[in-house]
């Protein structure tokens, strides 16, 4: 048995998130952000047009970065570093979709606060034990391998009381990834139909947001959103196994939307641990329990 003294070799390789901070380290291009000041020049037109997407707009001389549209290909930090730049972080799921706009927009907090407050009484049935089907809506495959990482040993979504499901009328929540194409739209409506109360939609990855580089045309819908009502948005291209998770548990209730400090040091990065070694790092008192067994 091969795996006995790996085991021992290797520790525990499981995450502690959400229990505690975690991340894929320093270099990772978790998003995109935009810093103040970057009012726009000569150049703002040229790459504002250079993004592939659309994700770039400019309001008022100061840009705009849409992360629904974002694929994440790096052309606005090359061309314009001073403005735009990568952060590691992953946390970046947005209940609304007004909410991936960055630098964020001046919203009605009385309205954002109505929206979670009901998503929360949905789903208050649901924070023992989760379902989930998935849907491919027109993907390029890229998501469907992040989504199959929350079943390794590294994420293990079940200690979380997250499992699997193949029929929907067993499902409470759907993901749906890829960019609702036009094949796929009436078994998507029929999937949510089935789905019992309550339940919760997320649209997973670029594409299932805003229809990624193909957008809306006579193949696809630029999105699930005009398909099915959606609870909760992450974004990415694909979206990592972490930001996955971090949008399931936004969506039912186990997770504030924007915890801070919401990229962890790099000392407190996962990393493998022998059994029975502490592992640092504080957890907060918002952070939910790790296992939520039904």
Known sequence: MPWIPRGLRDGIVTTRYPRRPDGYGEGFRGRVVVHPGGDGDLRAGSIAEACPTDAISIDAGQFCLDRGRCIMCGRCVELYPEVFEFEPDFETSAIGRDRLVVPDREEDDASVARTRSELARRVKALRRSVHIRHLDAGSDGAEEWEVAALTNPVYDVQRLGIYFTASPKHADLLLVTGVGAAGMLR????????????????AAGADAISGGLIGHGYAARGGIAESVPVDVYVPGSPPTPFGLLHGILLAVGLLPEARRPSTPPASNARRSVRP???????????????EAGP
């Open 187 to 202: 078994s998507l409506q029929h999937t949510f139909e089935v789905m019992p109360e309550p339940k919760v939609v997320i």
């Open 276 to 290: 029975g070694t502490a592992v640092p790092g504080p957890s907060t008192p918002e952070d939910p329990p790790t």
